[in-house]
C-alpha cells in the first residue's frame, strides 16, 4: 500500500528549494527536526498554499486556483480533484489530531497523522495505516512549534525528531485560506462517515469551493471559510451506486441551516463541538454512480449567504 509520507516528500522539497518565492521560512531544530513557516509570522503566497494542501492530501489530490465570478464579483475558487479520497481526505486532510504540549496548542492533520492513527476508529473504517519513518504533518496554530512539541509529535509517529517536518500556518492566512477552500469533499466524506455509509465506496473525487477573503480576527475568518463550504461547497463524487443517504450528506438537510457559521460559534463560545454537526456539509454534492450510470444533484448554492458572509452586497 502506498505510503502517503514518502509520497509527499517531492513536494517538501519543492517547498524549501522555493522558500524566498513562496514567502516562507524554514528552521532546522535542535533535536534535527525541520519546521516551515508557511503563515505565522511570513505571510506566505497562493503557490504555497496549493503545496500545503496537496501535502495534507498525501499526494493523492491536485489542487488550483481559478478564478469564479458570483453577482459579479471576482472570487477565488479552491479547485481539487484526488484518487482514494477515504484516506485523502478522512485519513490525512481532516483536521482530527489536537494538538496539546505544555502551552502550545493546534490542530494537525496530513500524511503523520496515518502514522499516529488519530483517531483510531477512522483509520479503522478506511481501512489505512502507513509504517514510514519519514513523518510529514500539516500544523494549524498560532505558534511555531518547537523542540518540545516536535519530541511529543514524533513519539506519536514512532519515529525519529529527525525524520519530521512540520508545515505550520494560522488559519486566518493565505496558506490557511487556500487549504480551507479544498475541504468540500471532506466535509462531504466526513458526513457520510457520519451516516454510516462506506466511504470506500468512494473511488474518485473532485471539489470547488470559494477561498474566504481574509480577515481582522480569526473567529470571523473562520466563520466566512465555513460559509464557504456549506452555502457554497460542491463536492462531485464518483461511488459504487447511488444510496439514500447521500441525500442527507448536504447542509442544507440541517436544522441550522440558514444561520453563518459566525454567529454560530459566537452562540457555541467558540466550541465547534456545540454546533450542529450536520451543518459541516458542502452545498452541493453531484453523485455519479459506476456499476448503474446513475447521475444524482442534492442540495443547493445560496450565494446570498455567501457574499454576506464576506461583507459583500448581493
Known amino acids: 500500500m502506498i505510503s502517503v509520507n514518502e509520497n509527499v516528500t517531492k513536494y517538501v522539497d519543492t517547498l524549501l ?39 495534507s492530501l498525501g499526494g493523492l489530490g491536485k489542487v488550483s486556483v481559478v478564478p469564479g465570478i458570483i453577482d459579479s464579483y471576482y472570487i477565488n475558487f479552491a ?33 503523520a497523522r496515518a502514522l499516529s492513527q488519530k483517531p483510531k476508529a477512522i483509520y479503522t473504517a478506511i481501512d489505512y495505516s502507513d509504517d514510514s519513518e519519514v513523518a510529514v504533518i500539516n500544523i494549524e496554530a498560532q505558534a511555531m512549534p518547537g523542540v ?8 506519536q509517529c514512532s519515529t525519529d525528531p529527525e525524520c ?11 496558506v490557511g485560506s487556500v487549504v480551507n477552500g479544498t475541504r468540500a469533499v471532506e466535509w462531504a466524506m466526513n458526513r457520510l462517515l457520519q451516516l454510516g455509509y462506506d466511504v470506500k465506496n468512494v473511488s474518485s473525487a473532485s471539489g470547488a469551493c470559494p477561498i474566504a477573503p481574509l480577515k481582522k480576527d480569526d473567529v470571523e ?63 452541493r454534492i453531484m453523485v455519479n454512480g459506476l456499476q448503474d450510470g446513475s447521475l444524482e444533484a442534492y442540495g443547493k448554492l445560496d450565494p446570498a449567504m455567501l457574499l454576506g458572509s464576506y461583507g459583500l452586497k448581493s
Open 164 to 174: 519530521m517536518v512540520a508545515l505550520v500556518a494560522r488559519p486566518n492566512s493565505i
Open 221 to 283: 475568518f473562520i466563520g466566512a471559510s465555513f460559509d464557504g463550504i456549506s452555502y457554497y461547497g460542491l463536492a462531485y463524487l464518483y461511488v459504487k451506486a447511488r444510496d439514500d443517504r447521500f441525500r442527507e450528506a448536504t447542509s442544507q438537510t440541517s436544522k441550522s441551516y440558514g444561520k453563518g457559521f459566525l454567529a454560530l460559534l459566537k452562540e457555541s463560545q467558540g466550541d465547534y463541538s456545540k454546533v450542529d454537526p450536520t451543518l459541516f456539509a458542502p452545498a
Open 148 to 155: 518540545k512539541e516536535m519530541d511529543y509529535i514524533a513519539k
Open 79 to 111: 479547485q481539487v480533484y484526488m484518487v482514494q479520497p477515504a484516506i485523502a481526505c478522512l485519513g490525512l486532510q481532516k483536521p482530527g489530531w489536537k494538538l496539546k504540549v505544555e502551552g502550545f496548542s493546534g490542530t494537525a492533520y496530513g500524511p
Open 17 to 55: 528549494d522555493r522558500e524566498e518565492e513562496y514567502g516562507i521560512k524554514s528552521y532546522y531544530l535542535e533535536n534535527k527536526a525541520t519546521v516551515i513557516d508557511c503563515g505565522v509570522s511570513m505571510p506566505g503566497s497562493i503557490g504555497a498554499g496549493i503545496l500545503f494542501a496537496e501535502i
